[in-house]
């Protein structure tokens, strides 16, 4: 099998609350059935110990270098190209996940993963 650098998301209390539990789960689900360059993607997902009583969730997905969160708060000129190509790459992902019949509904910078190559990432 090929090796390859992932992120590991953790979620912890999954069941503590049912409206978290059931954002997460739309997330696993949505993320997992769709297939975009834009769009971030979930290799694997993995409860760890016995199904009778685990509360934690393991998202095993694609890596990427920073975030827009990020990226705005440090010290890194962006030339207009920069800006049009990061600008441009968010909108195509978001076109995809909406032409898919999915809203994101909590779209901010820090959702918004990127790489030096400017290539973004929704997540």
Known sequence: EQERLVAVKRVRGLFEDLIDCKRILREVAILSRVRHEFVVRVFDVVAPGSSQNWDELYLVMEICD??????????????????????????????????????????????????????????
């Open 66 to 123: 920073s975030d827009l969160k990020k990226l705005c708060r440090t010290d890194v000129t962006l030339t207009p190209l920069h800006v049009n190509t990061l600008l441009y790459n968010l909108l195509v992902g978001l076109d995809y996940i909406h032409s898919a019949g999915v809203y994101h509904r909590d779209l901010k910078p820090a959702n918004c993963l990127v790489n030096q190559d400017c290539a973004v990432k929704i997540c």
